[in-house]
């Protein structure tokens, strides 16, 4: 059946399933994972691991080790041990873009909206809002986000599909876990569109639900559809909702490199809260995204497992034992046993800008040890020569540290803002070249 008039583009990609997604992706990952110990063989360190430091005990020192030897083995241990094994990508990505309005907020921007396809037929789409700035002319850089409630949240558009996955309750106009119009444009200050673009940027945003729903349910979401062929079951190193939610950052990326209004070297990825665990992840894994921003992202994202204050890693496999692998519930009583902690995480971005952005009073998400993480992933800046964490101390409350690696905290609590925003604005300007 052809399509409707107004849509307008469909572009199938052809990166190989089982093949390298492009730019270090996270199907670079060596297999053999069989190979690596049991927990309870691995060294007890109450330590951050040294980095640049391999299993083997050899040292890293030149950025060829790094890439060649180092980076992988961090990627293979955080899937292993950690996320779960991200698939490689699909071989039948497609996307169809429509065009819902061409002057919204009054001429200003281009909405669109974007249809991924991807796996077996009965695999769910990935519905991408896109909203583009229409002035001035030229690519434009682009924020990229997951919402926890639904596209039609982030603006009043009637156009916009409702979500038709499952949807926590407590999200805006949901009824029996059902979005309803209720919710249109509930959430417009979390992610202050308009600001953002009266500042020249794009921003692409797509429901969580859409890839994976959020509950400790692997039957429904992309996870019975793209599974390694022949595996019966869930394994302990199976991926987790974080590392496909991750995986559904890279197919919208996918997307965006190929769109003629943005400038595909200058993408960002920004998340709140579980999402900026997931943004950190993404980021992480996959090349072609510039500059991360994980807000207020916690244990499991930015805070280091061997933790200081807030959330530990007992405490969020207990309350969200879908977010992760099997295997890393084995590390609740034993969290020194990591071969990593998140400053490795961090570190797999270098050299590229990473923000921690952090409240004083969401005390549950670690501010100070975050910085730490900051601290622990430097020397792998350095070594690429990145000038990395430019200060050894937590700035002030509302002054954004904005060195590669960077850190702002303000007052309030666990919250994403449009004040927020002006910082994220002000960090992608410093490290894109904007205004």
């Known amino acids: 059946m052809p399509l409707p ?141 997951i919402n926890f409630c639904g596209n039609h949240t982030l603006l009043d558009h009637p156009a916009i599909p409702l979500p038709t996955a499952w949807m926590p309750d407590h999200c805006p106009g949901c009824r029996d876990h059902q979005a309803t119009d209720a919710g249109r444009g509930a959430q417009k200050d979390v992610w202050a569109v308009e600001q953002t673009i009266d500042h020249g940027y794009a921003l692409a945003c797509f429901y969580a639900g859409d890839i994976d729903p959020d509950r400790n349910d692997f039957s429904d979401g992309v ?57 950190l992840l993404a980021g992480a894994l996959d090349e072609r995204i510039a500059l991360v921003i994980p807000h207020q992202a916690g244990c499991g994202g930015t805070a280091p497992s061997r933790h200081e204050i807030g959330e530990t890693v007992r405490q969020i496999n207990k309350s969200f034992p879908h977010w992760f692998c099997d295997e890393f519930k084995n590390f609740n009583d034993e969290v020194e046993r990591l071969p990593f902690d998140q400053h490795c995480l961090v570190a797999l971005c270098a050299p590229r ?33 990145s000038p990395g964490l430019r200060e050894n101390h937590i700035p002030e409350p509302d002054r954004l540290l904005d060195s590669p690696l960077g850190y702002y905290i303000r007052p309030g609590k666990h919250a994403m803002t449009t004040g927020d925003w002006k910082i994220f604005l002000a960090f992608a300007d410093r490290h894109f070249g904007g205004r």
């Open 5 to 145: 008039a107004r849509i307008y583009g469909v572009i199938a990609m052809f990166a190989a399933f089982g093949c390298l997604e492009p730019a270090g992706a996270a199907d670079e990952l060596p297999r053999g994972a069989d190979e690596l110990p049991p927990v309870s063989s691995l060294p007890a360190n109450p330590e951050f691991p040294d980095p640049l430091t391999m299993m083997s005990g050899e040292k890293v020192a030149s950025r060829e080790e790094w890439i060649t030897k180092r980076r992988p083995e961090l990627i293979r241990l955080f899937q292993y041990y950690m996320y779960g094994q991200l698939p490689p990508a699909p071989t039948n990505t497609a996307f169809a873009v429509e065009v819902l309005s061409p002057d919204y907020f009054d001429g200003k921007a281009t909405i669109k909206k974007v249809t991924i396809s991807f796996g077996p037929p009965q695999t769910p789409k990935l519905n991408l809002l896109l909203v583009v700035p229409n002035r001035p002319a030229g690519l434009k850089p682009v924020f990229l986000g």
């Open 223 to 279: 996870h019975p559809h793209i599974s390694p062929p022949g595996e019966k079951g869930r394994g302990p190193h199976d991926w987790g909702t974080i590392a496909a939610w991750a995986w559904g950052v890279h197919r919208a990326v996918d997307y965006l490199v190929t769109d003629r209004d943005l400038d595909k070297s200058r993408i960002a990825v920004v998340g709140h809260s579980r999402m900026g665990k997931t943004a």
């Open 353 to 385: 800008p990473v923000l921690l952005s952090n409240a004083e009073e969401d005390t549950w998400a670690d501010p100070q040890g975050q910085f730490r993480v900051l601290q622990g992933a430097d020397p792998v800046y350095r070594l690429l020569g």
